[in-house]
């Protein structure tokens, strides 16, 4: 009989201790992922692409047909600018004027169809170009699947925010676009309205207090790349912010922002895998 109750303590012990070595162990946890700060940051594998003003190697910058030659090539995103009509549209043109063959006209001085109602001068000989609107933009991003890169040329107050991103909803999807200015209150702006929006601030001169001003309210940036730093990447990542550099169209610089660990190389040209 003792020796019965023995061999019943025994196994009780073994079916305990063998209950519990099933469990999962905590060093066995999975190990958190480490988050990624922008959707589509990079990976091992280096830089994601992004079009600058389209695919503006070939086609003139900033137009319907430049956008939609860079959805269908293997970029990552397509950047362009934006700017407020006199009446109220937004269009995309880099400068406050546009060109056209005997005449220019200042873009918040002017409806946007009178804008649309002739072919702008261009140094691509091509004389169907014409000037885009915001929403063919946004079309040629989504028909493509394409990041949309915005830069917001002038001031962006609350009410135009509201209205940027109000198009967006209506027309593609505000959680693929990144916007991008050399204006800080205007990508404060856009903040305030939608705080999960990636934003990246443009930075063209060495400025300290600047970029730990990006840090500190979360906004990325977007540096030319002659200031670009493996300081300022570090100080970037460290913060999980992203590191976009512009406008790269020589493989020698191309090669060292892959060096430097950057997310985003912008650029004119089309880099062959």
């Not at 705080?195 to 940036?221: G, H, M, W, Y």
């Not at 512009?246 to 090669?255: A, F, R």
Request: charged share 25%; aromatic share 10%.
């Amino acid at each position: 009989m003792r020796f019965k109750r023995i061999l019943l303590a025994v196994l009780s012990i073994f079916t305990i201790v063998l209950f519990f070595g099933m469990l999962p162990s905590c060093n066995n946890s999975p190990t958190p992922t480490e988050p990624s700060g922008d959707p589509g940051s990079a990976t091992k594998s280096g830089p994601k692409f992004v079009a600058h003003k389209g695919y503006s190697q070939n086609c003139v910058e900033n137009t319907e047909k430049a956008f939609q030659a860079a959805a269908a090539l293997g970029f990552y995103g397509i950047e362009t600018d934006i700017r407020k009509t006199k009446d109220g549209y937004f269009v995309c043109n880099h400068d406050a004027t546009v060109e056209y063959a005997d005449e220019s006209k200042k873009i918040s001085m002017t409806d946007r169809a009178d804008l649309l109602s002739q072919p702008i001068k261009n140094d691509k000989n091509d004389p169907a170009a014409c000037l885009c609107t915001f929403e063919k933009y946004l079309k040629a991003c989504k028909d493509g699947n394409k990041i949309a890169v915005i830069e917001l040329k002038d001031y962006v107050n609350d009410v135009d925010a509201r209205k940027i991103l109000e198009i967006i909803d209506a027309e593609y999807d505000r959680n693929k676009v990144t916007f991008i200015s050399f204006v800080y209150l205007s990508l404060k702006s856009i903040q305030k309205e939608d705080p999960s929006i990636p934003l990246q601030f443009l930075l063209d001169k060495n400025n300290a207090e600047l970029v730990d001003r990006c840090i500190r309210d979360e906004i990325s940036i977007d540096v030319k790349y002659t200031l670009l730093t493996e300081e300022m990447v570090q100080a970037f990542h460290d913060a999980r912010l992203t590191v976009n550099v512009w406008t790269v169209n020589d493989e020698s610089i191309l090669q060292t922002a892959y060096q430097m660990g950057v997310d985003y190389v912008t650029t004119d040209v089309f880099y062959e895998e």
